[in-house]
């Protein structure tokens, strides 16, 4: 006989490990026979009917994420790129996350090709050139991120801002970090790191002494930034209608993820922060434990390559110790 008790935080909690769990097996499930089954467990409330349909879900979905990072045969690619990530300096040249033909890369720039990748941002769009090839061995990190190849940029050419979002948000990072040329280079990575996750200027001394003393997750974006941005608009929200409020407060949480480049512990407060304000604004009693079991459930659907990664998991583990 089915069970159809209702759903407490404990069942809750085993609906977010049993869709972690088909995340991370990722087997080749028809993504059909998952939502069915999730739908009909919620509609009739059947507690395994949709515990099994939610795990089938997730690993259909993980299982087709894998596929779309196999390596293609070496090729030429060429076209306007999206950047996914802000340039990183490297050795005589700079990566990037870009995606094009419907693909990511890891593209690798250098020379003359490299100068004109540097001042760019994430969200902006590129005319580039250059030669695929396979992730080295010990890429799967990589492949977790939704990077597919490699690509070697041999030529870069015109650039467009990209969305009216990603204009807005890059328009504020350049603003603060126009705002704080004024500290010396290690103050001013220090502050990119604690206000937008940056951390690509860090010195790598400073780093490892945060690091010793056990305060590396300040040099991250985390939930108490996202604290933070709620709290700055409190003004703002306290003169809107309630349904208005629920509207601009995730709008502004959407914002500030893209602010800060959708970094997993961001992903997974944001998540959080939703789902508090959906339960706040309709008047249900919800519990810590339930607000960062569904959180988990709805970004490995929407992402179940995050499931493998390594803060993402550190950012879910030190919110359960918190509430617990």
Known sequence: MSERLPLGDGFVVALAIATAT???IARDVPLA???????????????????????????????QAWQSVQPLPERVVSGRALLVSDPEPITGGVRVWLELEGRRFDAWARSGSAGLLRSRAAGELVEVEGRTEPLPDGSEHLKRRHIAE???????????????????????????????????????????????????????????AFEASGLTHLLAVSGENVGFVVLLARPLLARLGLRTRVIVTIAILMFFAMLTRFEPSV??????????????????PISGVRILAL?????????????????FQLSVLASLAIIV
């Open 22 to 24: 088909g995340a991370w």
């Open 33 to 63: 026979i998952g939502a069915l089954g999730a739908a009909v467990g919620a509609l009739r409330r059947n507690r395994f009917v949709f515990l099994a349909g939610l795990f089938l879900l997730a690993s259909g979905l993980a299982a």
């Open 150 to 208: 490699r690509l070697q940029v041999e030529r870069v050419g015109r650039w467009w801002p990209g969305s009216f979002p990603t204009r807005a948000a890059n328009g504020l990072r350049r603003l603060l970090d126009s705002g704080a040329r004024s500290l010396a280079p290690s103050e001013r990575a220090l502050y990119a790191g604690f206000v937008l996750g940056d951390d690509r200027g860090q010195d790598p001394e400073i780093a490892d």
């Open 267 to 284: 992903v997974r407060a944001t998540a959080m922060a939703v789902v508090s304000v959906l339960a706040v604004s309709g008047g249900l």
């Open 295 to 311: 959180a988990v459930i709805g970004v490995l659907l929407v992402d179940p390559m995050l499931v493998g990664v390594v803060g």
